[in-house]
Each structure stands twice: as structure tokens, then as C-alpha cells.
């Protein structure tokens, strides 16, 4: 079926049918009922015109079905690109806006049927991911839809892998989800919103790999742009948390010790901030760097208590791991373990016998700690010597128990000793008898004061005689002199 129709832009000469049954106007000739009389002859003149007619706009666009349009229309039209263009035979034009007697009117399903292509002014207006393709017949200035199309749809996809991770971790940025950009750009900001780090990715490949020195809160911000797409621009974001790595705290009870002294090692002040502790792990170093011991904690409290086999200078270091993996900075301790038993020599110049001649005694021996810092046993032996022919040289052996007190000490004990003469004789020694000298027992009576730790001491000692014939007034001794530990 056809009918004869004159439109606001064209002649309708006849209608068609169409798939679903629609009809279709078939338009021969344009100029009879002009919605801008006397049409355009420049793109500039039809813009002006248009802004100046923002009612006959709005009428005609409502008449079209497009009242959504009418602002977007009004935004875009005084900037969008003009051009002029020719609308090929059997075109179709989806409406068209003419006036007929002052009243606007619209024809729908139009078909462009005249001899040859029809000119029209042609733009296009966006929104929300459609384009409208317009078209305005020179001669009748007629607003009409030429067609309309989605535009590609502009995603921002961002997925940012491990979501926690510790220091020094590779934190993977994938963009591959991204559709239909033109550009890639991202950046990373830290909790007080200060970007840290920024970069354009490729299209082929859109990754960004990084890794972070500090802990805490980080936003990854992708901002993708695309060329003819809806929108133009379009962001995505992601969130993610570095681990803070356990601190670790270490002291020791002492800086030194006796070997069998107890030492504490307290490690109770080390935390994680952001999660718990799950292991604490001890190396004991010797004097040469050489691991001689280790020692894991899983639980509090964080004490522990080493047994060391042997003196020296030990380097205890503590490394702590949270609930993250994530490992904290070595802290160390120095602790220096003394000796238990100690080698000496001493020198000690000597009074003997009641005249209080001269000796030099030369003696070596052991100290042996019982008690740490409070009793020691102490072993010697060794001679007299005296550089006359009067006396003659001895021999005297000891051992004595010492009790500490701090520097200073006293000590009491056993000794044996020779006779430094074989008997008594009046006439040269002025004494009150003669009696023979005898080998025997002393009891022994000492002082003294450590002046350089496990290494001197200043004493003095005196050795009483008893049994036998021996007698304090004529065979005691008194020595003062300076003990080396080796």
C-alpha cells in the first residue's frame, strides 16, 4: 500500500511495508514544509539558528520520543563538529521533524527515494553510550535522525595480587580485564593519600609489578581512557596491605658471667604490631663466628636460659617471625662467660722465722670456683728461695678456701712446709733455744684484693706451724705478693 504525504523536509511520495509490518515513507523531494524556513547555506548559520530557537528544539525532539535528549542536545550542539555530507538513495532516516501550518510534526521510518543523494548538514550528539547521528536537509533545515549506534563500552579492570603481602614482595597490578582503552595509567598512593608510585602501562601487556619498603595501607588507582567510547574515561581501584615486620628485643641478665652462673635471656619486649609471634629463633656464636648453639621459642614467656660448655665471648643474635612470615632485624647480645678454673703463678717476697729473714717465694697452682662469685678452693705449691749461706732454700704446698666478697677475699686452709734451717743456733740467731727445725703442717691465713679481673690479685698470707716441735716463734711465715691467672 502506498500513500502521498508532504513532510516537513521532503515530499512523501509513497509508503512501503517493512519487516514487523512497519511502514515505510518513501521521500522524493524535501523543501515544502521547512522546520527552519528558507533553510541553511552554512553550518554556522544553522548552529546560530538552532541556539537561538532552544523551544522549537526542545518541541521538536519531544515530538521524536527523545525528551531525554533535549539537554545533552543543548550541551553538545554549539561545540560538536559540522559537516557536510550527502545522504545516499534508499537511505533510511529512522524520523524527521517538519512544521505544516505551524504545527510540528514528525514522520517516522523515512526512505530517502529521490533521484540522487540528498545533502544535509550532518553532526553527532552522545549520551550514556549511544550516538545519534543527525542530518539537516540543506533546503528545509528539517531535523532528522540519519541512525544512531552504541559505542563501545569503556571498562576499567584491576586486579591487584597478593591483597597482603610483606616487604620486599613483588605486588602484581593485572589490567587485562581493561576493554576498549586507548590508555592505561597507574598509580599507588599510601594512607595519607601521597602518591608513591605512577606509570603507563601498555596495551599488550597491561601489568604493573612493584614492591614496597614501608608497611601499611595502599591504594592502587587505575584511570583508563578510550577514543570514541562511553564514557571517555573511566577509573578502578584496589586496596592492599603490607605486612609490618615483628620487632625484635633482646637483653641479657648479665654481661658476664661464670661459666655454670645462670644467664637470662629475656626477648618478652618483641612484637608484631599487627599480628603475633609465632617463633623466636636464638644462635649462639663462639669468639670465631662459629654457630655453637641454637634455640626456638613458640610460646611466651620469651625467656630462656643457656647452658654454655666453655668460657669465651659469646654473640647471641635473635631473629623473631610473625604470623605473616615476615622476619624482623637481627638484635644481638655480647656476653662474656669467665672461666671456672683458673691456672696461676705467684710471686710473693716472704719473712721467715722470728728473725724474719728474707725469701722470694715463687709459687703455681689452680683456683677452682665452687660457688661463682662467692667460694673458691685454691691449690698451690712451690718454694723459697733465699740467697744466703745461712738458710737454705724450702718447699711449701697449700690448699685454702676463699669466700668473696665482691673484689675482696679471705681465705683459710692447710699447707705443708720444709725447714729453711736445720736447727736453731744461739750464737748466730740470738734466740732463746736451739731446738732442731722440722718439716710439718701450717695453717694458713690469707687476704687479698682482685685488681685486675681473672687476671690479678695482691694477697697476703700467713702460715702458722703446729705439731711437733714446730712452734709459731720460730717457724712461721708471712707472704705478700702478687698472684697472674692464665
Known amino acids: 500500500m502506498k500513500s502521498k504525504l508532504i ?7 509513497a509508503l512501503g511495508l517493512v519487516a514487523f509490518g512497519q511502514e515505510v515513507v518513501e521521500i522524493e523531494r524535501v523543501g515544502l514544509h521547512p522546520l527552519f524556513k528558507g533553510g541553511f547555506t552554512d553550518a554556522e548559520q544553522m548552529r546560530e539558528a538552532f541556539k537561538k530557537s532552544p523551544a522549537a528544539l526542545r518541541e521538536a525532539l519531544e515530538a521524536a520520543g527523545h525528551e531525554d535528549l533535549v539537554e545533552t542536545f543543548m550541551q553538545q550542539f554549539g561545540e560538536v563538529p559540522i559537516e557536510l555530507k550527502e545522504i545516499p538513495v534508499e537511505d533510511m532516516l529512522p524520523w524527521m521533524i517538519y512544521r505544516k501550518r505551524g504545527k510540528v510534526t514528525l514522520i517516522q521510518n523515512g526512505q530517502w527515494m529521490g533521484k540522487k543523494p540528498l545533502q544535509v548538514f550532518a553532526f553527532a ?40 603481602a610483606n616487604l620486599g614482595d613483588t605486588i602484581t597490578a593485572d589490567m587485562t580485564a581493561t576493554e576498549n582503552a586507548s590508555e592505561i595509567n597507574v598509580s599507588v598512593v599510601d594512607e595519607q593519600g601521597t602518591e608513591v608510585k605512577a606509570e603507563t602501562v601498555s596495551l599488550d601487556n597491561p601489568m604493573f609489578k612493584t614492591t614496597f619498603e614501608a608497611p601499611g595501607h595502599y591504594m592502587f588507582k587505575t584511570s583508563v ?13 584496589a586496596k592492599i596491605y603490607i605486612n609490618a615486620p615483628p620487632i ?17 635471656l629475656d626477648a618478652s619486649g618483641s612484637r608484631d604490631k599487627d599480628g603475633t609471634l609465632t617463633k623466636l ?6 669468639e670465631e663466628e662459629n654457630v655453637v648453639m641454637t634455640e626456638v621459642l613458640t610460646s611466651e614467656p620469651y625467656l630462656m636460659e643457656p647452658e654454655f660448655e666453655k668460657p669465651g665471648m659469646y654473640t647471641i643474635n635473635l ?18 662467660v669467665r672461666p671456672r678454673l683458673l691456672f696461676f703463678a705467684e710471686v710473693a717476697p716472704s719473712l721467715a722465722y722470728g728473725t724474719y729473714h728474707y725469701y722470694t717465694s715463687i709459687r703455681g697452682g689452680l683456683l677452682y670456683r665452687i660457688i661463682p662469685r662467692t667460694l673458691d678452693l685454691k691449690v698451690a705449691a712451690g718454694g723459697g728461695l733465699v740467697f744466703s749461706d745461712q738458710f737454705k732454700n724450702f718447699f711449701m704446698a697449700n690448699a685454702n678456701l676463699q669466700v668473696n666478697f665482691d673484689k675482696f677475699f679471705i681465705g683459710a686452709g692447710l699447707g705443708y712446709s720444709t725447714k729453711y734451717l736445720d736447727y736453731l743456733e744461739r750464737e748466730t ?42 712452734e709459731f716463734d720460730n717457724q712461721h711465715i708471712i707472704l705478700a705478693g702478687f698472684t697472674y691467672y692464665f
Not at 629463633?281 to 663462639?286: K, R, V
Not at 612470615?325 to 637481627?330: G, I, L, M, Q
Request: glycine letters at 8%.
Open 7 to 13: 513532510c516537513s523536509m521532503f515530499l512523501v511520495l
Open 125 to 164: 550528539i552522545t549520551k550514556e553510550g549511544t550516538r545519534y547521528h543527525f542530518a539537516v536537509p540543506l533546503k528545509c533545515g528539517n531535523l532528522s535522525l540519519h541512525k544512531s549506534e552504541e559505542l563501545p563500552r569503556l571498562v576499567c579492570g584491576l586486579t591487584v595480587t597478593p591483597q597482603k
Open 225 to 237: 581512557k578510550g577514543e570514541d567510547t562511553w564514557p571517555l574515561e573511566d577509573e578502578c581501584e
Open 248 to 264: 625484635c628485643d633482646l637483653k641479657a641478665s648479665a654481661d658476664e658471667i661464670i661459666l655454670g652462673e645462670k644467664l637470662v
Open 281 to 286: 629463633e636464638f644462635e649462639f656464636l663462639d
Open 319 to 336: 631473629v623473631v617471625t610473625d604470623d605473616f612470615k615476615a622476619t624482623s632485624d637481627t638484635c644481638t647480645v655480647r656476653v662474656k
Open 429 to 470: 740467731l740470738d734466740v732463746l733455744h736451739g731446738d732442731p727445725m722440722e718439716d710439718g703442717w701450717d695453717a694458713i691465713v690469707t687476704l687479698g684484693y682482685d685488681i685486675i679481673q681473672d687476671k690479678g690479685t695482691i694477697f697476703t698470707e700467713l702460715r702458722i706451724p703446729f705439731g711437733g716441735n714446730r
